[in-house]
């Protein structure tokens, strides 16, 4: 499968970063976090686990002049195959379901808690997510009342449906497959535009290759979990520098 994907423009920097995995069986799974409102599912704790970490972390975000985008190939499985089976066995609706069924709620809490007021997007894609993800960064950047973009992306394990999904793309097994329904990983990035105090630049040359590897998956978040990782070796080379 080919799809044209949308390229960067300018070079974008890395801020900070995070990743987090649930379930998955990995020596560095986390505890869930507790969330407010948010219930039985991972995708919305662990979307903000990783987007609170790089809010928090110097220079951080937040504020006015922070933007948001948040890509999914499929939401928020769990919470949508829980409400389904409650529809489908006639057992009474709840809104509390409903309402976190939708990534944006999960952006709406992280507007609060740390009073972005900047755009929110919530996408959905059959590229690769790091691609679109700093394409939208770069197109948001362009207006000068924004310094910075949070991306991140989650994945859930996902059941029956999950699996019907990635048969009917005919593109092999989902990256969690073999994973319980509610095992996810997510990663995210706060970008900023080039400069100094910058250690990651992100450069389009340097982009991934969708159509091999893992990101040839649709919607694979991988390419933001290596970008992550790039970061995160060179700040460790960075604070090693400063204190030789």
């Known amino acids: 499968m080919t799809t044209d994907k949308p390229v960067p423009r300018t070079h ?14 990995h020596p560095d799974d986390i505890a869930l976090p507790r969330l407010p409102g948010f219930v039985e599912s991972a995708f919305s704790p662990l979307a903000y686990e990783v987007a609170g970490r790089c809010l928090a972390e110097p220079p ?7 933007a948001v985008a948040l890509a999914a190939l499929l939401g928020d499985t769990t919470t949508a195959d829980l409400a389904s089976s409650r529809m489908v066995a006639g057992r009474v609706h709840n809104p ?4 976190q069924a939708t990534p944006n709620s999960v952006l709406g809490h992280l507007s609060r808690e740390f009073g972005i007021t900047g755009q929110m997007f919530s996408l959905s894609t059959l590229d690769d997510a790091l691609t679109e993800l700093l394409a939208m960064a770069d197109l948001l950047l362009e207006d000068p009342e924004l310094d910075r973009v949070l991306v991140l992306g989650v994945e859930l394990g996902g059941g ?23 095992a996810g990983r997510a990663a995210a990035l706060l970008l900023t535009r080039p400069g100094a105090g910058v250690p990651v ?6 982009m991934p290759d969708s159509a091999t590897g893992p990101a040839a998956c649709p919607g694979s978040i991988q390419g933001l979990f290596d970008l992550a990782a790039t970061h995160s070796e060179a700040r460790k080379e960075a604070r ?5």
């Open 12 to 25: 974008l920097g890395v801020l900070a970063s995070a990743t987090a995995t649930y379930g998955t069986g």
């Open 60 to 66: 951080g975000g937040g504020g006015p002049r922070t």
């Open 96 to 99: 509390l379901l409903f309402m």
């Open 160 to 182: 029956e449906r999950t699996a019907a999904v990635y048969r009917e793309l005919a593109v092999g097994e989902h990256p969690l497959a073999g994973r319980p329904a509610n």
């Open 201 to 206: 630049p992100v450069r389009a040359d340097e």
């Open 240 to 244: 090693t520098h400063a204190h030789q």
